[in-house]
């Protein structure tokens, strides 16, 4: 990093830093709590750091005893690329409200809805789009979206749970990004006719219907069950149409984007795993029906298709946590692309010290193609908590795996809550 991008960097975490003391005083007359989390990387690819720096502010104001207003104040500042330099605004804001009618509780406003019960890589969890990457060293934030959620408890054992999204939230890919890949991808192709293209533009077709969900879950002695139906749309954008343009500007690649419509049958489940005390046995199993899509002559989406992952995770006598189970279908993969991989999160906490080493990996059983992250976190304080991580990628760049080569490298990150 330049000298000059490392002052403007530090500029904007001293005003971050200064706002937090703002915002925290404006602030008492809520409940609240801080955390401010600092994140940097080294890419063994681009070989660049990159920094990002967030602030997260939760808060609750009581209006009467089941009323509130919930929700946080997120402040971000960051050099990757394609990442915004700053950004401020609320993830959640909505007003909760209990037993409105008897057994019936509310949230209206910016919420995130959480269906399924895998830790992380779900099929079931599709109202509220999240970064638009794949994270082997941390579970990844959902982004907040404008709706409703009603809740109704039929009994202690039993309740349905409903959900009503005006519009759909999209996962934020940047502009740039998605030019510099469509440029990528098609670029080879029309020079091959002696093409040469100077630029990308996008346009996006809007889409029509509001996204809603319904979802019963059951607890019996050992297990809770449930089913639910989510009618929407896919977060990230698929290519509807492709035109060139000759222009005096130069020729132009335009790339017509949209959000095919999606259905999906769900079944998760969550209780002790049969035989072995202590261990909780987890599962999301999804049937996909998708919206026919077409581009270029070819279809994209056709058919149903299932994607699950079934899970268990237990902790030994010696503190040694094991996460582990099958996958078949990662977020990224559609259709015909879903196949199976196995996953692996390991975590020791050592007697009497700070340091608690981890160990993640995910394994292609098509290709052999493997993810892997060391780690270790250091508990500087009660509120201070220091990680350090490596992540490495064995396979081509074709195997399935290979589209996390880019995130090979070095990975810090430092939390503070206050």
């Known amino acids: 990093m330049s000298k000059e991008k490392l002052l403007n960097f530090s500029k904007v975490v001293l005003f971050t830093l200064s706002f937090l003391t703002i915002i925290s005083r404006a602030a008492l007359s809520f409940e609240s709590s801080q955390k401010l989390f600092y994140q940097g990387s080294y890419s063994l690819q681009q070989q660049k750091i990159n920094n990002t720096v967030t602030l997260k502010i939760d808060y609750m104001q009581e209006i009467t005893n089941d009323l509130f207003f919930q929700g946080d104040l997120i402040l971000r500042t960051s050099n990757k690329e394609y990442s915004k330099p700053f950004l401020i605004g609320p993830n959640e804001f909505y007003l909760s ?10 949230k209206i406003g910016q919420i995130i809805t959480r269906w399924g019960a895998a830790d992380f890589f779900s099929p079931l969890d599709n109202f509220n789009p999240a970064p638009p990457e794949l994270s082997l060293t941390g579970n990844q934030g959902k982004i907040g979206a404008l709706g409703i959620n009603a809740t109704y408890y039929i009994n202690s054992q039993t309740y349905l749970q409903a959900v009503l999204l005006p519009r759909l939230e999209t996962s934020p890919y940047p502009d740039e ?3 510099d890949s469509y440029l990528t991808q098609f670029k080879p192709l029309y020079q091959k006719q002696g093409i040469d293209i100077d630029a990308v533009e996008l346009s996006y077709l809007p889409t029509k219907n509001m996204i809603w969900g319904v979802q019963l879950n059951h607890t019996f002695p050992t297990f809770d069950v449930g089913l639910s139906y989510y009618r929407g749309y896919y977060m990230d954008p698929f290519p509807a149409n492709l035109d060139v343009a000759f222009k005096p500007t130069g020729n132009i690649m335009e790339v017509t984007l949209s959000y095919p419509a999606r259905q999906v049958l769900g079944l998760e489940f969550q209780g002790d795993f049969p035989g072995i ?8 199993l ?9 581009f270029q002559g070819e279809k994209m989406l056709e058919k149903p298709y299932l994607q699950t992952i079934i899970s268990a995770d237990y902790t030994t ?3 040694l946590y094991l996460n582990g189970g099958f996958i078949y279908g990662l977020p990224f993969e559609r259709g015909t692309q879903c196949s199976p991989y ?3 999160n390991a975590k020791k906490e050592i007697t009497n010290s700070d340091f608690s080493p981890s160990y993640t990996a995910i394994l292609s059983l098509k290709d052999m193609s493997m993810g892997n992250a060391i780690g270790i976190d250091y508990q500087i304080s009660k509120n201070v908590l220091a990680t350090l991580s490596y992540v490495f990628i064995s396979g081509d760049v074709n195997s399935k795996l290979g589209i996390l080569k880019p995130s090979q490298g070095f990975y810090f990150s430092l939390e503070w809550l206050f």
């Open 342 to 344: 196995l996953y692996l």
């Open 317 to 319: 006598d010696s503190n």
């Open 277 to 284: 005390e202590g261990a909780t046995l987890r599962g999301d």
């Open 177 to 179: 990004y998605l030019e």
């Open 97 to 106: 409200a209990y037993d409105v009618l008897e057994n019936l509780d509310l």
């Open 286 to 294: 999804a049937y996909i029906i998708p919206e026919v899509w077409m």
